[in-house]
């Protein structure tokens, strides 16, 4: 499994050098940081259960660098999905790209806000945000 290989797509996806003019735009981005997230949550789930599995030293010394790299990551992203979710132009770009729409930011935040009121307050503030920004 390759920790870094969805970064490198995404890096790639978002530059923006599409020939159709499909990639790039900055209604990808909170969706982008959402799916490297997740992809980092899967990973540290499988050297968990890998780490459960090996005791030899060696092995776990590796396994616990891996443990501290990946949850460095999902602070970081933590950090930047917080601070693109504060910001009413990357909700509006989702919502107002053709592919994702409200639907999609209603879903992203589903996954990041599990807890019905953490979702709900999520939704109203990104729905304000938005319509702010409309009403400028």
């Not at 789930?45 to 890998?50: E, G, P, V, W």
């Not at 010394?61 to 999905?81: C, P, Q, R």
């Not at 599990?114 to 009403?135: D, H, I, M």
């Amino acid at each position: 499994m390759s920790v870094l290989r969805p970064f490198e797509q995404a890096t790639k996806a978002l530059e923006g050098r599409a020939e159709n003019g499909q990639h790039g735009t900055i209604g990808e981005v909170l969706p982008a940081l959402l799916g490297l997230k997740s992809h980092l949550v899967s990973c540290y789930n499988q050297f968990k259960r890998r780490q459960e599995k090996d005791e030899e030293e060696h092995l776990t010394t590796a396994f616990h660098v891996l443990e501290t790299s990946i949850n460095n990551g999902l602070d970081h992203m933590d950090k930047y999905i917080a601070i693109t979710s504060e910001i009413p132009v990357y909700l509006a770009a989702v919502v107002l790209d053709p592919r994702l729409k409200w639907e999609s930011l209603e879903n992203m935040a589903k996954r990041e806000h599990p807890t019905t009121s953490g979702f709900t307050e999520w939704v109203q503030n990104a729905k304000f945000l938005v319509q702010r920004l409309w009403e400028q």
